[in-house]
C-alpha cells in the first residue's frame, strides 16, 4: 500500500474561512438514527474552503472556471519546502534556501496553525517568489495559509503574477508535521462548471 499523507484540514462547522465568506454548514434531510433508511445531507459552504484549489476565474477578469484547469497540473512530483518568515510577510526569492527540484512547490511557514481559527497575520507569497518558481519550471505553488497574498491586500499582487505565468495554486493545505522532502501530490478539484474554486483532497505520496 503506498504511503499517504493527508494534507487537508478536517472540514466541519467549526472552520474558519475568510471573513464575511460562507461558512461551512451541513444539513441532514434524513437520519437512520430518526428512522430514516439512509443518512442524506446538504452542504452551505464558501468554495474557498480548508484545502482548495483556486480558478484563474477567481482573480482574473478572462480567467477560466476550475472545470477548465488540465489534472495534470494538481498529480506528480511535489517539492515541501521550509520557510522561516515573520508572521504577516511575503515569501521572497532569497528566503527559500534550497533547489527548486519538482514543477510543483508547497510552502510550510507555520504561520497559519489552526484551520478552526482564521487569523490574518499569516504568511504569503510575493509576486517576485511567484516568478523566480515559475522560471524554474513550476507550475503549481501550494502554502500553509488562506491566501498567496496578504489578509489586507487588495491588489493581489501574487494571484495577478500566478495569472500572468498561467500556475495553479493550492491554499489552505496543513503541513505542520511534513518533512522538507520530495513527494507525490494527489490534489484534484471538483469539476464544477464555471466554479472560482473547489475545495481538494490533497495528498502527499512519500517516494522513499
Known sequence: ?????????????????????????????????????????????????????DAPSHYAKDGVGIDKRPLSLYYGLCQVIHVQVSKGMRIMPRDVCTEIVAPRVLFRTGSFPNPDQFTTDFCSLSPELVHFLADKGVVLIGIDTPSVDPCTSKELESHQAIANRDLAILEG??????????????AFPLRIEGADATPVRAVLEKLT
Open 1 to 53: 500500500m503506498p504511503d499517504l499523507i493527508d494534507i487537508s484540514p478536517l472540514i466541519s462547522p467549526r472552520i474558519g474561512v475568510w471573513p464575511g465568506d460562507t461558512p461551512f454548514s451541513q444539513k441532514y434531510l434524513c437520519r437512520i438514527e430518526e428512522g430514516s433508511n439512509i443518512d442524506l445531507s446538504a452542504v452551505t459552504t464558501t468554495m474557498h474552503l480548508g484545502a482548495h484549489a
Open 173 to 186: 493545505i496543513v503541513l505542520q508535521d511534513v518533512k522538507a522532502d520530495v513527494y507525490r501530490l494527489m
